[in-house]
């Protein structure tokens, strides 16, 4: 069965040499002959070893009757979007690294991909070579998950451990970050926290089978965050990491956030570092399970690519389980919807305001649990007084 | 479809209550009605909401056209070994939490599952909750897997962390163990690295695909463990933990041990403490990738019992991927075949023999990498001028 291969650039190169290079590893995996087939790019690439695959036009791969799935690693919404929507309804499967697209346009791929028969596969979105989709569609489908909170961008988490560990500025780290290469040279949809919200939000959507739409959830990114912040919560015991959170409500809802929050020193998640990811699973029947793995990468990424395509060459129908609908009304709970703890640093005569508080060191306190909205109360008594400097959740 | 369960001990109890508490989630991840059938076992459970389902007669169980799958959790190799085998020479597929059973006897039965088109699935077996085998056989099976690592015994974990934080000695922290269930009245299986082994032989198994006998594998429990080696170690910025390892060397064959051995404090394998476990892995495409999770207790290992249910559901056929073979010759490479560097405890005047060596603090140092031959002759040179006091494998 041939693979075609939509954009060359870092992942998608990656899915090629490993199919050529472990051609024997795959086809053993899938139970039948994997093959590179067509690559598709608008550049030129002469000089390398299956030059020859190349092509520029995706009505050529469309039309291969040979090609059984195609694998994206183009990025963005379009031309992406329409050439798998192609390929689906001509009855291959397609499987894809494509973040963006999957969390805009996963329901309706997902749906095209049920009625013909075939396979939407996304592995490689979130958590680079984590195997995380499968055992969350698969090994845990009935193990009842309530919450999950993920480490899901690396280049944040390579800033966050840059400032831990040295006590390096943001701006310095984030230098430090680009110059790596693990930071790109319009960092926003990292540190703001896009990447991370886009990823839980399809986590969310695979596991309670409605989408859960990225603009609906609260995103705060990085670039708020202080060395001092970082300092005063390692002092009391904590590590801040981008989070990104999604939690099952009783009435069916789902509360999700992205935002800094303080993790135990010690936990599991603390430990996470550099450009690592992980995700922190809660189960009614399993208690907690933590998948943790390189979140990016070439390789890394290009062999949850290439896990999907095995997976795709080994079904023999739709997969059941990867689905999910556009729902009539969204399933977002509301910012309001779930109180939290916050670790906050205020600067001023504040103490009896926050008197019955958990003082954590000078002018560092824990809220009770509090929703956004009373924490605004909070907040307004707080700068009668003083200033607050910063507020983190706490996550346990 | 109808599943027996053999065993109505701690695991077996445990899948009946989620068949039947959870039977909608698990049949609609099944893809069809999964039904709790007849529940085997030689005590009587009268006042018990499904006492009727009880049978003491295995033949019973065998000849029910109904039961399509069989999910064992008695323990031990008979008559556990021929109830399964029977089981799948009839066609029905056999889900086991049974380590003894999978690690001596796997190979057989995963041949006559294939040779009856049934399968025989076993991940509650190693690593309790987590979804561990699954991943290990499905996403990363060309992904080139070179080494495990694992903290595969509660217990010991748990004894391990009582030593290290609260400086517990040993026979304390298993009197403690004892007292909240998590230590058996005869505590060898796990002190002594006997379950660890047997768990990391099924993994190393699995990964490549011919059996790795547990009497192969140098197997070293924690008993010798003493509260100064755990506090010399955590002055120089390590963990010890008890590690189940598997290596695949250049040859193809396996190096294997289970051993006391030192972790960086702050990397992702020292921060599992208490009862839980976690198994890293690596592989040439993915890097790293850590797994952790609740390694027993009722409702997690009744869980992935559950998982393998849905599977053999699932599954139209046998899954090719789940086998090892007895091979001719032994996989195991040798004790001999890896040199380690270990992190040692003396007294006495042995400053100028270990010359050379990185010194850690006043009587701990840490040597170049070494086999075990190689040890010998080190610890006959530091006992000719003091006595060596601990000898600990680091593992990088």
């Not at 469309?62 to 979007?81: K, W």
């Not at 809802?253 to 135990?264: E, Q, T, Y």
């Not at 924490?375 to 003083?386: C, D, R, T, Y």
Request: hydrophobic share 40%; aromatic share 8%; charged share 25%.
């Amino acid at each position: 069965m041939k693979t075609a291969v939509l954009g060359h650039g870092t992942v998608g190169s990656g899915v090629c040499e490993i199919l050529l290079d472990r051609k024997k590893d795959v086809s053993i995996a899938a139970g039948k002959e994997i093959e590179l087939g067509p690559v598709l790019d608008i550049r030129d690439f002469d000089n390398i070893p299956y030059s020859d695959r190349f092509t520029k036009d995706f009505s050529a791969v469309l039309a291969d009757p040979e090609v059984g799935i195609v694998a994206e690693a183009m990025g963005g919404i379009e031309p992406a979007f329409s050439y798998l929507k192609a390929a689906l309804e001509s009855g291959k499967s397609v499987v894809t690294s494509n973040k963006e697209l999957v969390a805009e346009k996963g329901a309706e791929l997902l749906s095209i991909a049920r009625a013909h028969n075939a396979n939407f596969l996304f592995e490689a979105s979130v958590g680079g070579g984590i195997p995380l989709m499968r055992p969350l569609y698969s090994a845990m489908s009935a193990a009842g998950i309530t919450e999950m909170a993920g480490i899901l961008n690396g280049t944040t988490n390579y800033i966050l451990t840059k400032m831990f560990s040295f006590g390096a500025d943001y701006s310095d780290a984030l230098a430090d970050a680009q110059k790596l290469g693990y930071a790109e040279r319009d960092p926003s949809a990292d540190v703001l926290g896009w990447d991370a919200c886009r990823k839980i939000a399809i986590l969310s959507s695979l596991v309670w089978k409605k989408t859960l739409r990225p603009d609906e959830i609260p995103t705060e990114g990085i670039t708020k965050i202080t060395v001092k912040d970082v300092s005063a919560a390692e002092k009391c015991g904590f590590s801040i990491k981008l989070l990104a959170r999604a939690k099952r409500l009783e009435n069916g809802k789902i509360f999700a956030k992205v935002s800094p929050a303080l993790v135990k020193t010690g936990s599991p998640l603390s430990t996470v570092s550099d450009v690592y990811n992980a995700v922190l699973v809660r189960a009614e029947t399993t208690g907690e399970v933590l998948f943790y793995g390189r979140g990016a990468g070439k390789m890394p990424t290009a062999s949850a690519v290439v896990s999907d395509i095995i997976e795709c060459a080994k079904a023999k129908d739709n997969i059941e389980n990867v689905y999910w609908e556009n729902g009539a009304q969204s399933v977002f709970a509301g910012k309001d919807s779930v109180p939290e703890k916050y670790f906050i640093r205020t600067e001023g005569d504040v103490d009896h305001v926050l008197f019955g508080l958990e003082k954590l060191c000078e002018n560092v306190f824990m809220t009770k649990p509090l929703t956004e909205s009373e924490f605004s109360v909070l907040k307004e008594k707080i700068n009668e007084h003083g200033s607050l400097l910063s507020k983190i959740p706490l996550f346990e």
